[in-house]
């Protein structure tokens, strides 16, 4: 089975305090065929990112600043194959530079321009479930490659054990 054949699906969760910008953002989303979380902390952030091998969050680094920067870090730890585009106002140019050197996939100047951000966001995901896809992969390969070690030392119970394991793994798509 290939690694980018959809069975979980992607997640989009958006981030900041203006409960109102977040809304009106999801609601835009929804109407070009996204679903979207929405999250006000990093703790709701993180625990939204789990479950799901792959996603993009959104931080709006306008109100939340340095926090918004530890949150992009926390969840590229978390989440590795998740992607973080960060939001910021166009006179924040430090903060936007210190995104991008966090892991950021982009970052994006508010106001936003819809199109440009749905063409940025649909990039994101599709280089998060390429990365989900090459994670996957590498975990089979080295489950494959323990395998062939256990067999070639003799054990072939262990190596079949193991063997079969690889085949447990989810694909990964949008």
């Not at 680094?61 to 590795?80: C, E, N, Q, T």
């Not at 321009?113 to 995901?125: E, G, I, M, R, W």
Request: aromatic residues 4%.
């Amino acid at each position: 089975m290939s690694p980018t054949v959809a069975t979980v699906p992607a997640r989009i969760v958006l981030v900041g305090s203006d409960r109102t910008f977040l809304d009106a953002l999801r609601d835009r989303l929804g109407s070009k065929g996204y679903e979207a979380g929405i999250s006000q902390g990093e703790v709701e952030t993180l625990r939204l990112t789990r479950g799901s091998p792959v996603g993009v969050v959104v931080v709006s680094l306008r109100d939340l600043l340095g926090d918004g920067l530890r949150m992009l870090r926390r969840v590229k730890k978390s989440a590795p194959d998740w992607e973080v585009i960060t939001l910021s106002t166009p006179d924040n140019t430090r903060l936007s530079i210190d995104s991008m050197k966090a892991g950021a996939f982009q970052d994006l100047a508010l106001p936003l321009d819809l199109d440009h951000f749905l063409d940025k966001l649909k990039c994101a995901l599709d280089r998060s479930i390429e990365q989900a896809g090459k994670s996957n992969l590498r975990k089979r390969l080295e489950r494959l490659a323990t395998a062939v070690a256990f067999a070639e030392a003799g054990d072939l119970n262990m190596s079949r054990e193991i063997y079969t394991e690889s085949d447990d793994d989810e694909p990964i798509s949008r």
